[in-house]
């Protein structure tokens, strides 16, 4: 069975870093682009990020372009999003998913808080 | 590429048909996902490339559409498929997600 589970969520002060991380178990996780998106408070989905299964393909929406960073480590199974300069607008569930010809698994979500 | 979703709400009962409609800026060929998505809970892939469905999705909800207009039809709704849909393209980068859709009691 696919299971998606997100990590590393927390209240962080603007201007501060965070790590999130996603572990992947029940498929070929080395073999699947993998996605972030995001939903903050009373608003939609938003893509985030993608990887392509090697890692060296990445993709960044435009209000997060040069301040995250997202990665992979096949080894480990593992996905990643490094989150620096956070604004408040970056308030928000972060949510990994799968991406084949669409999202097809999605993790459960962990909840990110900027604030002072 | 501008997903744009309309209605914004549709106020529906249970056993009435249910049309959602996603319009592109641009062609986006079929490149386009429908997930419904319900509070607390993590999104679902119901329709991939315009039209097929996912696994274990039922029969009742359909795609369709091509080019820059696109549908999601329920065809006769359930108690659970009161949620929000959205819609998102993977034609080119960025991918988008329209604002959403809120099926209503």
């Known amino acids: 069975e696919v299971h998606l589970e997100e990590s590393g969520g927390g209240l962080v002060q603007p201007g501060g870093s965070l790590r999130l991380s996603c572990a992947a178990s029940?498929?070929?996780?080395?073999?699947?682009?993998m996605s972030w998106v995001r939903q903050a408070p009373g608003k939609g989905l938003e893509w985030v990020a993608n990887i392509n299964e090697a890692g060296f393909q990445k993709y960044y929406a435009d209000s997060v372009k040069g301040r995250f960073t997202i990665s992979r480590d096949n080894a480990d199974n593992s996905l990643d999003l490094h989150m620096n300069s956070l604004r408040a607008e970056d308030t928000a569930v972060y949510y990994c998913?799968?991406?084949?010809?669409?999202?097809?698994?999605w993790g459960q979500g962990t909840q990110v808080t900027v604030s002072s | 590429i501008v997903l744009t979703q309309f209605p914004a709400t549709l106020s529906l009962s249970p056993g009435e048909r249910a049309t959602l409609s996603c319009r592109a800026s641009?062609?986006?060929?079929?490149?386009l996902a429908w997930y419904q998505h319900k509070p607390g809970q993590a999104p679902r892939l119901l329709i991939s490339d315009a039209f097929n469905r996912a696994t274990g999705i039922p029969a009742r909800f359909s795609g369709r559409g091509s080019g820059t207009d696109f549908t999601l039809t329920i065809s006769s709704l359930e108690p659970e498929d009161f949620a929000f849909y959205y819609c998102?393209?993977?034609?080119?980068?960025?991918?988008?997600f329209g604002q959403g859709t809120k099926v209503e009691l």
């Open positions: 998913a799968r991406d084949l010809r669409g999202k097809d698994h």
């Open positions: 641009q062609n986006i060929d079929n490149y």
């Open positions: 998102q393209h993977r034609y080119n980068w960025p991918q988008a």
């Open positions: 029940g498929f070929n996780f080395g073999t699947y682009w």
